[in-house]
């Protein structure tokens, strides 16, 4: 019987607690804020900028045949551009392109070896890859030094090789829609290493004077690209924030079947999937009196489309309102 009355009493005092709230806390506090943290983190994720890194410009910086060992085939620029590429996934600001892809547009467009690319050109590619603003740079240093010091006694002597080397970038951030600059970003890498040897004669050396130039060069860019990463990075909040720029060309409807609308216009315009369109119909043209030339059209808005599919040269999107739609009419990008 006691020990019935003990395991009455327990659960009466459980009870008792739950009544009065001074379980609640402990129950609650590591439940909700997990749950309330998934949409959050589902909404942060889709509201990414979309980038691509470009190959950066090499084409102003002389360099020693050492400078190549490390970066294979591919050369500093390209190099450069793979790091970066990485450094910025790795950091999760933004949703980036692979860098193959970027490849495949640039020799499609023959630009893989045309060295510098204007802001204008880069919003091109950036169009056509599809993504919001891309990164274009140059390396403005990319340099290995080497110093040393030594002597000798009847050709019999010592030597001590000092190995430096330094590379400087500098990154801009371009909307594909405008060509405008959104961020610019610098960085600079050194690294330095020593070694001594021993010779008889200057015929046989003896000692670790084999430095790894190669990795001082790439422990440079890496720090420099570390740099540029971290100052892009830390603008994505305030770019995330931006109103999103709007294709100012005008597209024409192509195609109507049902309750798909299909235009002339694509990525490579400035569209993207998720666009809203105004679909509007020429009511009137305003032609110049002397020449004939129309100066203006005047046109009315008959409905909405929100575009569900974009390729380069053309966008497939969904009626929102309206009806009535043909080819022929205009289709322009709205807030």
């Known amino acids: 019987m006691k020990l019935k009355r003990s395991a009455q009493f327990v659960r009466l005092s459980c009870s008792a607690l739950l009544l009065t709230g001074l379980a609640i806390p402990s129950l609650s506090v590591p439940t909700l804020p997990a749950m309330a ?14 980038i691509a890194v470009l190959d950066f410009d090499f084409a102003s910086t002389g360099i020693t045949t050492a400078g190549w060992g ?11 551009s793979d790091l970066l590429t990485n450094k910025l996934v790795e950091g999760g600001s933004y949703s980036v392109i692979e860098r193959s892809k970027v490849a495949a547009i640039l020799a499609e467009q023959n630009l893989a070896q045309a060295g510098r690319i204007d802001p204008a050109t880069a919003a091109q ?16 240093r990319f340099n290995l030094q080497e110093g040393g010091t030594g002597g000798s006694i009847l050709g019999i002597g010592g030597n001590s090789r000092r190995h430096s080397a330094e ?48 990795g001082l060069l790439s422990k440079a860019a890496e720090d420099a690209v570390s740099q540029i990463s971290t100052s892009l990075s830390a603008e994505s909040a305030r770019l995330s924030a ?21 235009i002339n216009k694509g990525s490579q315009d400035g569209f993207r999937t998720g666009m809203t369109l105004s679909i ?7 032609k110049d009196p002397a020449t004939g030339a129309v100066l203006r059209t ?37 807030q």
């Open 37 to 50: 943290g998934q949409p959050l983190t589902i909404a942060q994720a889709q509201q990414r900028m979309r």
């Open 70 to 80: 490390y970066w294979g085939d591919v050369g500093p620029a390209k190099g450069v």
């Open 125 to 140: 590619i950036g169009r056509i890859l599809g993504v919001d603003a891309v990164v274009v740079g140059s390396v403005t």
């Open 167 to 214: 590379v400087q970038l500098t990154a801009r951030l371009v909307n594909t829609t405008t060509a405008e600059i959104l961020a610019t970003a610098q960085g600079t890498g050194e690294a330095k290493q020593g070694g001594g040897g021993f010779s008889i004669g200057g015929l046989v050396t003896f000692g670790n004077d084999n430095n790894n130039t190669d």
């Open 242 to 262: 931006l109103p999103a720029s709007l294709p100012s060309i005008e597209a024409i409807v192509a195609d109507v079947a049902g309750n798909e609308v299909i």
């Open 280 to 286: 509007e119909r020429v009511v009137r043209e305003v």
């Open 298 to 334: 005047v046109t009315s808005p008959i409905g909405r489309i929100e575009l569900t599919e974009v390729d380069p040269g053309s966008c497939v999107g969904r009626i929102v309102n309206g009806t009535g739609f043909r080819v022929g009419d205009r289709a322009v990008a709205a």
